[in-house]
Structures are given as structure tokens and as C-alpha cells.
């Protein structure tokens, strides 16, 4: 009868494989949350608009100083007062929110949207 033999090393490379991947993307993640973040920034020192579509209790705990609240569920109502070509840079707690309203804003007609990510993202990137 043949003997089967068992690699034990396997198991561990796998799990070596999965570890290192993980670390990679966790990189690949901040890296684009500080570019996006960066570039948030450098529109805002060109005169974009900043807009925190957070609730307004999260506002009242802390914001950006020149953001203007306008949570996404009531982000319909924005169309009028501001120039549809103007540069408008929206966050919220994780950018998740954000991205939300970037397409929003789009689908109403705006031209220049970015996603600045999260409150603390952009205070850590701020110039």
C-alpha cells in the first residue's frame, strides 16, 4: 500500500499569500484616499465649492470650516443656487456617502464633481 504524503507547508503558504495580499491592498486603499483627498484640496484652494453631505447632527459634531451642510437625502434641492460648471468637492464620513452624491450631482447636471472621501481623510491631507 502506498503512502499518501501531506504537504504541511501549503496551509501556511496560502495564508502567507492571503496576509500579504491583504497588506498590499490595505496601501493601495490609503494611497487613492490621499490622492483623492489631495486633489479635493487643490480644487478647493481654486475655488471650489465644499460640501458636507453628512446629517446635520454629524456637521454639529465637526466639519471642514468652508463646508456647507447639505445632507444627501435633501441634496435635490442644490440645483439653483450654485453654477452647474462650478467645481464641487462633497465628503462625508467615509466617502461613501460621497460618491453617492458625486453621481447625483452629475445626473442633475453638474460638470465638475469630486469626491473628497471622509472628514478625517481630508483634515489629514489638508495643506
Given at each position: ?72 437625502s435633501s441634496l435635490s ?51
Amino acid at each position: 500500500m502506498e503512502r499518501l504524503a501531506v504537504d504541511t507547508q501549503t496551509p501556511f503558504k496560502h495564508m502567507l499569500l492571503i496576509l500579504l495580499a491583504a497588506i498590499i491592498a490595505i496601501f493601495s486603499i490609503n494611497a487613492l484616499a490621499s490622492k483623492r483627498s489631495d486633489l479635493a484640496w487643490q480644487a478647493l484652494e481654486q475655488g471650489a465649492v465644499l460640501i458636507d453631505v453628512r446629517t446635520a447632527a454629524e456637521f454639529r459634531e465637526g466639519h471642514i470650516d468652508s463646508a456647507v451642510n447639505m445632507p444627501l437625502s435633501s441634496l435635490s434641492k442644490l440645483a439653483n443656487p450654485i453654477d452647474r460648471d462650478k467645481t464641487i468637492v462633497v465628503y462625508c464620513r467615509s466617502g461613501s456617502r460621497a460618491s453617492h452624491a458625486k453621481r447625483q450631482l452629475y445626473d442633475m447636471g453638474f460638470t465638475h464633481v469630486l469626491n473628497g472621501g471622509g472628514l478625517e481623510e481630508m483634515k489629514s491631507t489638508k495643506p
